[in-house]
């Protein structure tokens, strides 16, 4: 015994030395591409990319099995919904884009929840008293979860496995365990924090704590079990949708709302439903196509990025000059005005999209942006929202060279703070929103969905399908879908290079949940840039009027997922996020 100390003592001191001796340590070398990034994921039968290796290893094992890219893509985001807490689960909502090789078509879900029809926009400004906007926890900013009915949408259309099958290793690792990885661990007791200073806004957290809290936030490696969650999955695998939303698990959602004095009720639950809706995509150049979801999201402000930067040649500047970071950061300010004055749910507003997304229009933006200076003050176009969020992204791709892009969460964090009792998973927060300005297109009422962050994207060449991916992380992905774009197709970096390139995130100016006509707090906002944007470049754009702040984590940059299909061999390309846990798999 006295050995094993001896030596576990020794072991301890070893490492403590190698740690504090390799801390100034740069990369290594590499054979081919950039030192600071790694080789793309190559593969010919199917590919996922997810932000937890157990998810990918799950939804290849389906693709194995004969599942499609959409059955796998489910069994994925049930995995995640378990091991990624932070970032998804069945309590929030759920978005997608599917290439069918079929039909030879993009498909676009829009799959989120609305708001209690019985809660009228009086009842919530009594219950909000003196705020001025909607909380981030308890029940006043809980939407009906979509999710679930979304995995159901597809899986009637794209499927080939059975539910049970789909649900089945998600089932197995809640009711086994599985070790928590590093990032979700970090992410577990950010969370934790948070919800400890907001107890008297959430309410009921008893639930909660019980769930994933129980002996305090879980740590890395530790053996993680979610029996609740498993109950939960195994009634939807057997009984189908209508147990979610009518049936057994509609009931308990609907007595827990009672219980802690929440609007939603079964009668929410029940009326629910998913939109299939026409994906837009806008031209970048030399045939290539970004395409995204329409409003009630923010996919469509990626758009209008690509139509304001497709009239300025970047290429004849480094990709990491002040020039570029300055053109994306202005092209990004002025589509966020316009996100925060017309994206709203269209089944209430009138959204001029077709003006949004015109050519004529991405030139006015354009004519607007000083090459030498900051803007001190855009505005919204004239036609005669931000906000943080941990979401997750994910793509697979199968055999038959169908590719799904998804992407889900439930808003602010881990969600409201709400467990129901015995369901094992959290209620998303994204009623948070809304606007309380009764002319704004995005002004609560009941039974309407909220402006929503989470957007998967797509890239066309020629018509013909070439990437799907996604950069989850609230206002982030937007922009950081253009950057991506951007990286690979003015500066020739592969799939991989394209996500670990450091990044710019830009947050203030306008937002969706203001009050029309009045101006933001912060109208020239702050340009956060990693530390891998060169100081000379940090230097010259605070000196065109840029308030710069140098972000050495990189949570607020958001999570990448992507795969990339050859048209000619068929052969796949995938790639991760280095800032997350994630990984690629494929056969």
């Not at 004849?316 to 570029?324: A, F, I, K, L, N």
């Not at 607020?556 to 995938?574: D, S």
Request: with cysteine; net charge negative.
């Amino acid at each position: 015994m006295f050995r094993k100390l001896i030596n576990c003592v020794a072991a301890i001191i070893v490492a403590s030395f190698s740690i504090a001796i390799a801390q100034d340590i740069g990369p290594g070398g590499r054979p081919v591409g950039e030192t600071w990034s790694r080789s793309p994921v190559i593969a010919e039968h199917g590919m996922a990319a997810t932000a937890h290796p157990l998810a990918s290893q799950v939804a290849i094992d389906v693709l194995k099995q004969g599942g499609s890219a959409v059955d796998a893509a489910i069994a994925a985001n049930a995995t995640l919904g378990l091991m990624e807490p932070t970032g998804n689960g069945i309590g929030g909502d759920l978005f997608a884009i599917i290439w069918d090789p079929e039909t030879e078509k993009l498909y676009g879900l829009n799959a989120s929840g609305r708001s209690p029809m019985g809660r009228s926009f009086e009842d919530l400004l009594s219950a909000l008293g003196d705020a001025d906007s909607l909380p981030p926890f308890g029940h006043l900013p809980v939407t009906v979860p979509g999710a679930v009915d979304g995995w159901f949408e597809m899986h009637e259309r794209f499927g080939k496995l059975s539910m049970r099958k789909n649900l089945a290793p998600a089932i197995s690792y809640a009711e086994n365990g599985f070790p928590v990885s590093p990032v979700i661990a970090y992410y577990l007791q950010m969370n934790l924090d948070r919800f400890e200073e907001r107890l008297d806004m959430i309410g009921e957290f008893d639930n909660a704590r019980e769930t994933y809290f129980a002996n305090g936030a879980p740590k890395t490696g530790e053996i993680f079990k979610n029996p609740d969650l498993a109950n939960t999955y195994d009634i939807i695998a057997r009984k189908g949708r209508d147990a979610f939303y009518k049936g057994e698990i509609a009931r308990a959602m609907d007595a827990y709302f009672k219980r802690i004095g929440g609007d939603l009720r079964l009668e929410d639950f029940a009326a629910h439903e998913s939109e299939w809706v026409e994906p837009g995509c806008v031209e970048y150049k030399d045939g290539v196509e970004l395409c995204e979801l329409p409003p009630n999201g923010q996919g469509f402000a990626a758009l209008q990025m690509v139509n304001i930067l497709k009239n300025v040649d970047l290429t004849q500047w480094d990709r990491g000059s002040p020039e570029v970071h300055h053109y994306i950061t202005e092209a990004k300010r002025l589509a966020f005005e316009d996100v925060a004055r017309f994206y709203a749910d269209p089944a209430f507003a009138e959204i001029p999209v077709d003006w949004l997304l015109s050519d004529e229009y991405g030139r006015e933006r354009f004519a607007l942006i000083d090459p030498e200076k900051a803007n001190p003050e855009p505005a919204p176009g004239d036609p005669k929202i931000e906000g943080p969020g941990d979401t997750t992204y994910l793509t697979v791709a199968d055999k038959n060279g169908m590719m799904v892009s998804l992407i889900q969460s439930n808003y602010r964090g881990m969600g409201a703070g709400l467990v129901a009792d015995g369901l094992g998973f959290m209620f998303q927060d994204r009623g948070e929103l809304y606007s309380l300005d009764p002319d704004h297109p995005n002004v609560y009422a009941p039974g309407k969905r909220p402006f929503h962050t989470i957007i998967p994207a797509f890239v066309k060449k020629d018509g013909a399908p070439l990437i799907s991916f996604g950069l989850m992380g609230g206002a982030m992905q937007p922009q950081g879908h253009v950057q991506i774009l951007i990286n690979l197709f003015d500066y020739g970096m592969n799939l991989q290079e394209a996500g670990d390139a450091a990044r710019l995130n830009h947050s203030g100016g306008r937002a969706s949940t203001d009050r029309l006509g009045e101006a933001p707090d912060n109208a020239l906002g702050v340009l956060n840039v990693e530390a891998g944007v060169p100081e000379a470049t940090i230097d010259a754009l605070r000196a065109m009027g840029h308030d710069v702040n140098v972000v050495e984590n990189g949570v607020m940059f958001g999570g990448y997922q992507a795969i990339m299909r050859n048209p000619e061999t068929g052969v796949y390309w995938g790639a991760t996020e280095m800032r997350k846990d994630g990984t690629v798999a494929g056969y």
